[in-house]
Nanobody
Framework: QVQLLESGGGLVQPGGSLRLSCAAS????????MGWYRQAPGKERELVAT???????NYGDSVKGRFTISTNNAANTVYLQMDSLKPEDTAVYYC?????????WGQGTQVTVSS
């Protein structure tokens, strides 16, 4: 079993910043990818950012240049630094851990961008 503990969500004004964290624990042997997706009300879940174990990074088009993903491999933790936040970034953000045998999802953390 794997557990994903997300933190760092909250309410922020447009133009502000937040940093999300996701720490994975449990039966973790090989990690292919860690990252983040998000889902806004009435919309499908979409890619925010992923980082593969080899170091390659993939960002969703709407967050390129504003968000930065990083990992602490020794701690099985992934971070998402979100800058220049916009109201359209409001969503529940889900942590992703992909291993060869299956993909694990966190429970989600709410990010609200509003004045």
């Amino acid at each position: 079993q794997v557990q994903l503990l997300e933190s760092g969500g909250g309410l922020v004004q447009p133009g502000g910043s937040l940093r999300l964290s996701c720490a994975a624990s449990g039966s973790i042997f090989i990690i292919n990818t860690m990252g983040w997706y998000r889902q806004a009300p009435g919309k499908e879940r979409e890619l925010v950012a992923t980082r593969a174990s080899g170091g390659s990074v993939n960002y969703g088009d709407s967050v390129k240049g504003r968000f930065t993903i990083s990992t602490n491999n020794a701690a099985n933790t992934v971070y998402l630094q979100m800058d220049s936040l916009k109201p359209e970034d409001t969503a529940v953000y889900y942590c992703l851990l992909q291993m060869p045998q299956r993909t694990w999802w966190g429970q989600g953390t709410q990010v609200t961008v509003s004045s």
